[in-house]
């Protein structure tokens, strides 16, 4: 069983920087994919990036050059640095964990979920 919980939303301008956080519980953290869903109103939720137990990322074209996620197994947590922000990242962001590979967790789902953190970038 694995708990996450995310923090780090919030407003920024576009053009700005925001870093989200997932500190995840259990002690089996090192062994699964850690990845950031979105959700914008009225849309689908959208599989972002995802950084897997072997160290291989895989990101969404649509961020790729401006967000960068990373993890931090010592304090079992993992982070979504975005940069230079667009109207359209604004979403509500979820942490996920899943037993797969980094390119393979926005087609097979992540295994859990965080409860999500809102981001909204005004133009």
């Known amino acids: 069983q694995v708990q996450l919980v995310e923090s780090g939303g919030g407003l920024v301008q576009a053009g700005g920087s925001l870093r989200l956080s997932c500190a995840a519980s259990g002690r089996s953290f090192r062994i699964y994919a850690m990845g950031w869903f979105r959700q914008a109103p009225g849309k689908q939720r959208e599989f972002v990036t995802a950084k897997g137990s072997d160290g291989s990322t895989y990101y969404i074209d649509a961020v790729k050059g401006r967000f960068t996620i990373s993890r931090d197994y010592s304090e079992n947590t993992v982070y979504l640095q975005m940069n230079s922000l667009k109207p359209e990242d604004t979403a509500v962001y979820y942490c996920?964990?899943?037993?797969?590979?980094?390119?393979?967790?926005?087609?097979?789902?992540?295994?859990?979920w965080g409860q999500g953190t809102q981001v909204t970038v005004s133009s």
């Open positions: 996920a964990a899943g037993l797969t590979a980094a390119q393979t967790m926005g087609i097979k789902g992540p295994d859990y």
